[in-house]
């Protein structure tokens, strides 16, 4: 009974974390942090592009966050650079953006 309670535990706490693994250092009670993904040999970034997701309590999530939206935004034809910048409190509220550099 008790290895069977112990299996169910384990189970459970790794069901749990299952979804916890990023790319971007998450905080438990706040997060700002910004980091390089991408970068090309294109010269100069002249201009600035963002697209923004937003997600409340991990249950909802709207939002486009792509890399191409963000070049739109920002009227980019050539990109030089892309980085990820991931803002949360609490886990409560929190965007990600995906910001784009070029001419």
Not at 58 to 63: C, F, I, K, Q, S
Request: overall charge neutral; some cysteine.
């Amino acid at each position: 009974m008790k290895s069977i309670l112990a299996s169910f535990s384990i189970a459970s706490i790794l069901l749990i974390f299952s979804g916890c693994a990023t790319t971007t250092p998450v905080g438990a009670i706040f997060t700002d942090a910004t980091l390089p993904l991408h970068a090309t040999s294109v010269n100069g970034a002249t201009k600035k592009g963002e697209a923004t997701c937003t997600s409340i309590l991990g249950l909802v999530a709207t939002g486009d966050c792509s890399i191409e939206t963000a070049a739109q935004n920002g009227k980019i034809q050539s990109i030089r650079s892309v980085e990820n910048k991931a803002y949360s409190v609490l886990g409560i509220y929190s965007t990600y953006t995906t910001i784009v550099w070029g001419n």
